[in-house]
């Protein structure tokens, strides 16, 4: 049984409930108790933090400095820690990003190309670490450290329909890439220092002081570290700077635009886990290259897609949990929105290493992704190959979208065996059994269609219901969850060991999505999304979910229960309720329109209920009617014979003797005078004798009347 649609507004009364709770007991931003009352994050509510604003200070950028918890930092500008310069950043504190000044945009066409170029006096206020800088934001659970727009009075009152309103954090690093040499568009890495050595800048920023301190890649520190992020939450941001869209197939080929998060080719000795990304104008966290691992990793409500990885990133990613929200799409964001999409590189702008190397090769174990009908799951293109098992996708309309267009696509991935994808479920995804719904082959090949379909299958991908509540309402108005969801699974199933990682750096997490049944949520205590209101477990006993049936117009529909069990029945009350019908359900007590009716004169087996003249038709259908050819109120379909009307037949010739002027319809009747075939027979008497010689000379000279 299906869960609730998503974005239906569900027990509405008990999320704002859960939200006023919310909003009173997180009020205010680095401050938070323990069970016993006190306050281990020992930081000022953010009303009372005096403002520091924060500007590149003529291309010099931030220094080696220490932000606090005792005031807000203000990023005036785009503002970079620049090479050999470390950022720390400690628990509790606040950094804002201004909304910029200046906006101008300007666009124009070429053949099929639109450009867009949005410019700024003062842009919109970033966090840019460079390629050689360390930033460290280490975060607690009981004192986290936020990122938002300016205007933002952290007081639980900016809902997650607020974005765009200010850049993100940027932070470049030396690893490998995909792509061509930022600096020399004709060079190619692999004829010279091999695959991966690539560079590019960063998107959505401008180096004023023109010394591309944006610039990331060249794997020359592909095991460096980049500085630590830990129980982070990103809000509110991304910005763009204009795109190129071909408009033969309305399709964006490249935006230029800020996310909440961008990882530009890190090494892997960066440390990032514990990060949400709520309410970005375009995609929550983008990867670009190099081998940094994640792990629990959130991204809700965001434009475009959730997570983008791209251009070679093959790090590892453990417990990721995505939820969109297309509805809310604002900015310059033209792609189309997908809980995760995986591509290798951008052939399209020639701007990837003629190797196509190294592949965007991730390992991704333990994701949740759920999401409106209008998006996939995750697309996989431009030679995308993540390695991802163990996951949940539920509520799109496709799970896994397969592309096929060009040199190093889906379809050369899976034959190079770089392409895996095993043990994953798919729920409400199209009709939430064909694999046709699961997966979409969207490519030139005939035969790779059913070869990816096969191996989807082969891989231990099936339909299968997580039985959690995983339906979601945007409250209008306040821009807060209105339902609330529970994302432990339900079911009890167990991954085979044949499909948990070897390999130590991952947890050996003994069940399906980023949720532990029964364990905590690594999302309350500290993130934005809790103080909105996307979790609960007020609808559960102790914080235990509590199954059953949850389709509101099932049978047995249970208000109190958490997760969809199955047990939905929708056949024993629902029927036919009329007494009158042939299928009149005594047991039933809800009408589905289903009720049949006999004809008329016939009962529910077809047979008259009476036939008086047994003429085989039933006398509640028997037509009265003349039934005489030649009546004048003759009836052709008249079954049973009634009294004829003739008085439109008689005699139409006007020189009959019995011409009749009322009537219209000859019936053969006419007469007409016999005309004299003898006439010298005077007398009449049928003889010509002397006698009629006589009676003629009797009137000889007789005058003949006029």
């Known amino acids: 049984?299906?869960?609730?649609?998503?974005?239906?507004?569900?027990?509405?009364?008990?999320?704002?409930?859960?939200?006023?709770?919310?909003?009173?007991?997180?009020?205010?931003?680095?401050?938070?108790?323990?069970?016993?009352?006190?306050?281990?994050?020992?930081?000022?509510?953010?009303?009372?933090?005096?403002?520091?604003?924060?500007?590149?200070?003529?291309?010099?950028?931030?220094?080696?400095?220490?932000?606090?918890?005792?005031?807000?930092?203000?990023?005036?500008?785009?503002?970079?820690?620049?090479?050999?310069?470390?950022?720390?950043?400690?628990?509790?504190?606040?950094?804002?990003?201004?909304?910029?000044?200046?906006?101008?945009?300007?666009?124009?066409?070429?053949?099929?190309?639109?450009?867009?170029?949005?410019?700024?006096?003062?842009?919109?206020?970033?966090?840019?670490?460079?390629?050689?800088?360390?930033?460290?934001?280490?975060?607690?659970?009981?004192?986290?450290?936020?990122?938002?727009?300016?205007?933002?009075?952290?007081?639980?009152?900016?809902?997650?329909?607020?974005?765009?309103?200010?850049?993100?954090?940027?932070?470049?690093?030396?690893?490998?890439?995909?792509?061509?040499?930022?600096?020399?568009?004709?060079?190619?890495?692999?004829?010279?220092?091999?695959?991966?050595?690539?560079?590019?800048?960063?998107?959505?920023?401008?180096?004023?002081?023109?010394?591309?301190?944006?610039?990331?890649?060249?794997?020359?520190?592909?095991?460096?570290?980049?500085?630590?992020?830990?129980?982070?939450?990103?809000?509110?941001?991304?910005?763009?700077?204009?795109?190129?869209?071909?408009?033969?197939?309305?399709?964006?080929?490249?935006?230029?635009?800020?996310?909440?998060?961008?990882?530009?080719?890190?090494?892997?000795?960066?440390?990032?886990?514990?990060?949400?990304?709520?309410?970005?104008?375009?995609?929550?966290?983008?990867?670009?290259?190099g081998t940094v691992d994640l792990k629990y990793i959130a991204a809700a409500f965001n434009a475009e897609d959730g997570v983008e990885f791209d251009q070679g990133w093959a790090g590892?990613?453990?417990?990721?949990?995505?939820?969109?929200?297309?509805?809310?799409?604002?900015?310059?964001?033209?792609?189309?929105?997908?809980?995760?999409?995986?591509?290798?590189?951008?052939?399209?702008?020639?701007?990837?290493?003629?190797?196509?190397?190294?592949?965007?090769?991730?390992?991704?174990?333990?994701?949740?992704?759920?999401?409106?009908?209008?998006?996939?799951?995750?697309?996989?293109?431009?030679?995308?190959?993540?390695?991802?098992?163990?996951?949940?996708?539920?509520?799109f309309g496709q799970g896994i979208d397969f592309e096929d267009h060009d040199p190093c696509d889906a379809w050369e991935m899976l034959l190079f065996s770089e392409l895996v994808l095993k043990n994953n479920h798919f729920w409400d995804v199209g009709d939430s059994t064909s694999t046709m719904d699961m997966i979409l082959y969207d490519g030139h090949i005939g035969s790779a269609q059913f070869n990816v379909m096969d191996s989807f299958v082969q891989w231990g991908n099936e339909a299968q219901n997580p039985m959690f509540d995983y339906s979601v309402a945007i409250d209008e108005v306040s821009g807060m969850v209105s339902d609330p969801v529970f994302l432990e699974p339900g079911h009890g199933l167990v991954p085979a060991l044949d499909y948990i990682s070897p390999d130590p750096w991952f947890d050996q997490a003994m069940y399906f999505g980023a949720f532990e049944p029964g364990g905590e949520n690594w999302l309350t205590c500290w993130s934005y999304l809790e103080q909105v209101g996307l979790f609960t477990d007020g609808d559960s006993i102790g914080g235990v979910s509590v199954p059953g049936c949850t389709y509101l117009s099932a049978c047995n529909f249970n208000v109190e229960a958490t997760i969809d069990d199955g047990s939905c029945e929708f056949d024993l009350c629902f029927g036919c309720i009329d007494v009158n019908a042939c299928n009149f359900d005594e047991v039933a007590y809800i009408d589905d329109l289903s009720c049949m009716y006999a004809e008329a004169g016939y009962d529910c087996d077809g047979l008259c209920l009476s036939d008086t003249d047994s003429d085989g038709i039933c006398d509640a259908l028997e037509v009265s009617g003349c039934q005489d050819a030649a009546a004048c109120d003759y009836d052709c379909s008249a079954t049973d014979s009634g009294v004829c009307d003739y008085s439109c037949l008689g005699c139409t010739y006007e020189n009959a003797t019995n011409y009749d002027v009322a009537v219209n319809t000859d019936d053969g009747s006419c007469t007409f005078e016999t005309a004299v075939l003898c006439p010298a027979d005077v007398n009449g008497d049928g003889f010509v004798t002397a006698v009629d010689l006589l009676d003629l000379l009797s009137a000889y000279g007789e005058a003949c009347s006029p």
């Open 316 to 395: 590892r990613l453990q417990y990721l949990f995505v939820i969109n929200d297309s509805s809310q799409v604002v900015g310059d964001s033209l792609g189309i929105s997908n809980a995760i999409d995986i591509e290798g590189d951008d052939w399209e702008q020639s701007n990837v290493d003629i190797s196509f190397m190294p592949y965007t090769n991730p390992a991704i174990i333990n994701g949740t992704f759920i999401g409106p009908k209008s998006q996939s799951g995750m697309r996989i293109h431009n030679g995308g190959s993540p390695k991802m098992s163990n996951s949940i996708f539920a509520g």
């Open 1 to 289: 049984m299906e869960n609730t649609p998503h974005f239906e507004f569900t027990r509405p009364i008990k999320g704002l409930l859960l939200f006023m709770l919310l909003s009173v007991a997180m009020s205010f931003a680095g401050f938070s108790q323990d069970d016993e009352g006190g306050t281990p994050c020992a930081c000022p509510p953010a009303a009372d933090r005096s403002e520091v604003i924060v500007t590149d200070n003529g291309g010099l950028g931030t220094g080696t400095v220490s932000w606090g918890c005792d005031s807000i930092y203000i990023l005036q500008e785009q503002v970079f820690v620049n090479s050999g310069d470390t950022l720390t950043i400690e628990p509790g504190a606040i950094v804002k990003g201004a909304a910029g000044s200046g906006f101008q945009e300007t666009s124009f066409s070429f053949g099929n190309i639109t450009e867009q170029t949005i410019t700024y006096a003062t842009y919109p206020g970033s966090l840019i670490v460079s390629r050689g800088a360390v930033l460290l934001a280490e975060g607690t659970p009981d004192c986290a450290i936020t990122f938002t727009h300016e205007a933002d009075p952290l007081d639980g009152t900016v809902g997650v329909d607020v974005k765009g309103q200010w850049g993100g954090l940027v932070i470049c690093g030396a690893g490998q890439t995909n792509t061509i040499y930022h600096d020399n568009p004709t060079a190619f890495p692999s004829q010279t220092l091999g695959p991966g050595t690539g560079t590019d800048l960063a998107e959505g920023i401008i180096d004023l002081s023109g010394n591309d301190r944006h610039v990331y890649g060249g794997n020359t520190a592909p095991t460096e570290s980049s500085g630590i992020l830990r129980y982070i939450s990103f809000r509110h941001g991304s910005t763009s700077l204009g795109y190129d869209q071909n408009i033969a197939t309305n399709e964006s080929n490249n935006g230029n635009e800020t996310n909440l998060l961008q990882l530009c080719a890190l090494g892997s000795g960066t440390q990032i886990d514990h990060i949400e990304l709520v309410s970005s104008a375009d995609d929550g966290l983008q990867v670009m290259g």
